[in-house]
Nanobody, 124 residues
Framework: VQLVESGGGLVQPGGSLRLSCVVSGATVGVNTITWLRQAPGKEREGLACIKMSGSGRETKNSVLDRFIISKDSAKNSVYLQMNNLRPDDTAVYSC??????????????????WGQGTQVTVSS
């Protein structure tokens, strides 16, 4: 499974961005995709996860009112819509694959595939 993120960039506080994660390779065996982020000097945190088959999803409580994870199965893509962005949302955002959703899992070894990451900077 190969993952490629896009959609990051510079946005002003209060703005929105939609990140995309395109899944390729052995897409038949793709189970769940998780969005995680890591800010400089901070630990990586899981934000949201979605099952590629079915309707299951999980979102971190602290971003539940601003971030929405969704998918387009026909395009093998997962999205993270981020609204009302704040400076503390500045981080490298990555998507990753694992068998089951579990946003509490943030270690590199908890996921079998990772994208390269996309930078999100929230600043005026």
């Amino acid at each position: 499974v190969q993952l490629v993120e896009s959609g990051g960039g510079l946005v002003q506080p209060g703005g929105s961005l939609r990140l995309s994660c395109v899944v390729s390779g052995a897409t038949v065996g793709v189970n769940t995709i998780t969005w995680l982020r890591q800010a400089p000097g901070k630990e990586r945190e899981g934000l949201a996860c979605i099952k590629m088959s079915g309707s299951g999803r999980e979102t971190k409580n602290s971003v539940l009112d601003r971030f929405i994870i969704s998918k387009d199965s026909a395009k093998n893509s997962v999205y993270l819509q981020m609204n009302n962005l704040r400076p503390d949302d500045t981080a490298v955002y990555s998507c990753a694959h694992r068998v089951r959703c579990g946003i509490g899992f943030t270690g590199q070894h908890h996921y079998d595939s990772w994208g390269q990451g996309t930078q999100v900077t929230v600043s005026s």
